[in-house]
């Protein structure tokens, strides 16, 4: 979290619009479907909001 922290704070510093996101219990691969990290409910709201970032995003 130190490094999540650090890239917050970074880009907060720039002036750099952003939005930093954790899901509790997920650990780094937790989208890895098969994977010993996959997380299925983090995996729903990460690709969730992911799709709503592209589609507002491009649609601008």
Do not use: C
């Not at 917050?8 to 509790?24: D, F, W």
């Not at 937790?30 to 690709?47: H, I, L, P």
């Amino acid at each position: 979290m130190d490094q999540f922290a650090a890239l917050t704070n970074e880009l907060e510093s720039a002036g750099v619009p952003h939005e930093m996101i954790t899901y509790s219990g997920a650990q780094h691969a937790f989208t890895v479907f098969g994977g010993s990290r996959y997380q299925e409910a983090a995996d729903k709201k990460f690709w969730k909001r992911f799709n709503e970032f592209l589609a507002k995003t491009l649609t601008q």
